[in-house]
């Protein structure tokens, strides 16, 4: 149920047989990036260079609380920076998701 994806960290519909619960969680997930047409790919000259930072990783962690009705996530992400220009080594994402279910 979780994800490392920002805003798409909890799939409500992983727990909807259950009738309640809790559970708290810490992820990490390593990766090459190989390319990135976005950013190595054909692009406006007035734009600066950059180079894709090729190992990239993401730790997540949060806790999550939900009722037959509703629920409650909390999460925070840090992901490694995209590109070799970047001025921050790291960014991070917080969320607070609200879920009600029918």
Excluded: C
């Excluded at 990135?36 to 930072?53: C, F, M, S, W």
Aim: proline content about 3%; overall charge negative; glycine content about 6%.
């Amino acid at each position: 149920t979780v994800s490392l994806q920002p805003g798409k960290i909890i799939d409500p519909n992983a727990f909807s047989t259950s009738e309640q619960g809790y559970f708290g969680y810490l992820a990490f997930e390593g990766r090459y990036r190989h390319n990135d047409y976005t950013i190595e790919g054909a692009r406006p000259k007035h734009l600066y260079n950059v180079e894709v930072q090729h190992l990239q990783s993401t730790l997540a962690t949060g806790f999550v609380y939900y009722q037959a009705s509703w629920g409650l996530a909390l999460s925070f992400a840090l992901n490694t920076k995209n590109y070799e220009q970047d001025v921050e080594n790291f960014h991070s994402f917080a969320s607070v998701e609200y879920m009600w279910r029918f």
